[in-house]
Structure formats: structure tokens, C-alpha cells
């Protein structure tokens, strides 16, 4: 696992903050050179004695705007939020509880108190919210989306047809749709690189209506998975990544790359997927000198890497290299389940995704030969090995590959992960508490307890007595804020 930096336990927005803080810095220089220029013009036009009425003046000015400016302040001082809500999971794991009360305040979670207490009692302006007659919880974290896009009959023109800033545009959509439908925070691994960071920094800085994003940055080996394929030579030279490598050193590089350019955290494929346009099956493609590389690189530059894997010995290979998640997992094996246990490493299992790509591969003929081959078997076998790891005690962290599926849909995976044999409980606590663990967010995230960020949903049956419950989310609320009511 990776060693926690400051900055690694922040996280999110990370780049956002940095963004806005070197504009400040470049800012200031500016404005002491316009001031020192104004001040030497101003003493050429009317001379010394005037100049002190007019310093006299400004300072009263600046007195004045300080004054309405700390007025404003103490009339927006704190935006408080008092949540009745009829039962209460506040900690996903432990047993629900019957009338609570949740005190929000600028965003985080201050109180959280038995009975419905008046929101008078938290101030003048506290706001009522009345959740009386439903289930409230933690907003749900999904571990694994393509906020970009969306498979069908037409992603392979649309790929060359959307300019990027259609891509973005799109995104913005499909950002919006996955917030209301619960999820609060994605993590988003695999899209174009310039587009997702600046998604993700947008959605940071309050711009637009959508999760917080953990985005990644994309390593993959030519040929493998990732790469680009099934297009035209030369299209293909033009839109091969820079982030493809080859040998410990070239993936040394490209993961230095990755997150030179933004990626919070590392996005490998160890082998094979199914919807690489190539007969190379679902076995190992990223070499063991390579893996071992992108661990070591992206470990040491505070970022977690989660590998793509289906067969047994890509998982395992990616285990002992020391990976933090496994994305799919298909063909975990009995060796899997020990590493897994033995490096505490996740199980982000993506059922949803097989279960789309059957459907597809069934009832539509978009898919190549070499897709639908490798779609009804993989998606076929998803299940019965996740069973297997659910009951061996792996550690699961909820994901969902949406973008395969259609994006708000991404609750069908818990109806999935119940069929499978979970119960409602494990299901909501990888949605929440092992998500939040899995990007180091533990402390701000997962749980509705004082201190953490506002990010609660709620619905209008009980999720813990059926799991369907969670695709249909009435309310949400994100740092504070209020999407759905
Ligand atoms: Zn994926």
C-alpha cells in the first residue's frame, strides 16, 4: 500500500488548489506595479499636499469596504442545514438508528444527534430538512467509471466525430447524471487525459453539478489493452498515448508522465480486456519488470495504482508487484484470494460491466467477432469468481465500469453484488467506508460523523432490507449542497 503524504491524503481538487493558488501568487506582482505607476502619475497631476487628501480618502474607502465586507461575512457566516431523517445509517457496517438528527454546517457535518431537534436551535437561519420518511446513508462512491463516454452502436464514430471539447461537454452531462442518482464521489479510470482533469477540477471549484472525482492516468503497453486499436494505421500512430510504454524503464517514464500532467492516481491494464478490438485474449500483457516499475514510480510520488486484470496470473502478477486495487478480477483464483488477503490490496469487481457486455453481445451486432467472443465469456464467469472472493473475506470496494453501462445506472451493480451472494450490509459499506479507504479518504469521507463533508442521500425504502432501493435516491446532498430534493 502507499505510504500516506500530506498530499496524498487530500486528494481531491489537489490540482484545483494549485491551480488557483499560483493564479493568486501572479496576481499580486501585477497590482503593485499599477499601483506604483498610478501613485507616480497621480503625484505629477497634483502635487504632495493633495496627494495626502486623496491617501486619506482611499484609506477611508478601504475602511468602508472592510467593514461591509466583514458585515456580509457575519450575515453569510455559516450556512446551516438541520436534516431530519427517519432512520439513519450513519455509519455503514454498524445498525441503523430511528429518528436522528444530522447538523450541517458550511459543508461538513457538525452533529449528529438522536430525536428531531429544532433547527432554531442551531441558529436563526437554519434550515429545515425533512427526511422523516426516509433511509438516509453516506453518498455512494463508485471506484470505477468512464464518465467520458458511453458504449453502444455508435462509440466508435462518435470517438472520431466528437471534437475534445464536445468529449468535455458530454462529460459535464454524464457527471450530472451519475451525482443524482447518488454517487457523490467516482473514481474515473481511463479517459482522455485534459478533459478529466479539467472535469475534475471544475466539479472542485463549484462550476459544475457532478461527483468528486478521483481521475486517472493512463499506463498501458503497445498492443495491450489501453492502447489504441481497430483503427487505420496511421490514425492510430496519431492517437497512440505518450503514456504507452515498453520495458521497466519506458513505464518508468510513463507514469512519471501521468502524473506530471495531473492523474491522482494510476491506471494499469495487466491484461487482456474485452473490449480491445484484437484476438490477444484476456492473459497477462503487462510484463513483470513493467508492473513492478509503475508500482514503485507511482508509489513514490504518493499516488495508488489500480490495475485492469481478468486472468489469474495478471491479477496475481499485479498483486505481488503491489498493486492497490484489482479492477474486474474475472479469474481470481485461490492464489488471488492469499495475495489479495496478504496485501490488504481491493477487489473493485465491476459486475455490471459483464453483465452489460452479455446483454450487448447477445442482443446487438455492433460488437466485433473478437469483442463478442471474449464479452460472453468473460461476463459470463464474472460472477462465480467474485462469490468465491466475497465469501474468502477479500477486501471489495464498489465499482462499476459505467460507461459500459449507462451512466446513472450504476446502483444495478449492488442488485448484482446482492445476486452474487453479499449481504445489503457489506454491499452499502463497500459503497462508502471501504471506497473512502481505498483513496485514502477515510477521514472526510464514508461515513456521516462529525467532522466529514456533507455528502448524504437518502431513499425512500430501506436498502439494508432491499438492495433495489439504492437505484431509486430521492435526495442528495454534496459538501452541503442540496442537488436532489
Ligand atoms: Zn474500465
Redesign the pocket.
Known sequence: MVAKTPESSTGIGLQARRVGDGQASRLLPGLDLVVTVLTAVCRTMYGEEKMKKIAKTAMQAVLAAGVAAAGLSAAFAADIKVIHAGELLAVPGQTPKSEQTLVVADGKITQVLDGYRAASEFGADAAAIDLKEQFVMPGMMDM?V?IQMELGPNSDSQRLRMSDADVAMQSVHYAEQTLLAGFTTVRD??ARPEQIYALRDGVARGWIAGPRIVASGGVSVTGGHGDIDGMRADLMEKYTAKTICDGGDDCRRATRRAVKFGADVIKITATGGVLSDTNTGTGQQMANDELKEVMDTAHGLGRKVAA?AHAAEGINAALRAGVDSI?HGSYADKESIRLFKETGAYLVP?LL?GDTVVKMAKNSDFMSPAIKAKALRVGGDMMSHFAVAYKEGVNIAFGT?S??SKHGTNADEAVLMKQAGMTEADILKSATVNAADLIDMGDSLGTLEAGKLADIIAMNKSPLEDIAALTDVVFVMKGGKVYKK
Open positions: 470505477h468512464h479510470l481511463g485492469h479492477e465491476t460491466a465500469d460507461g459500459v
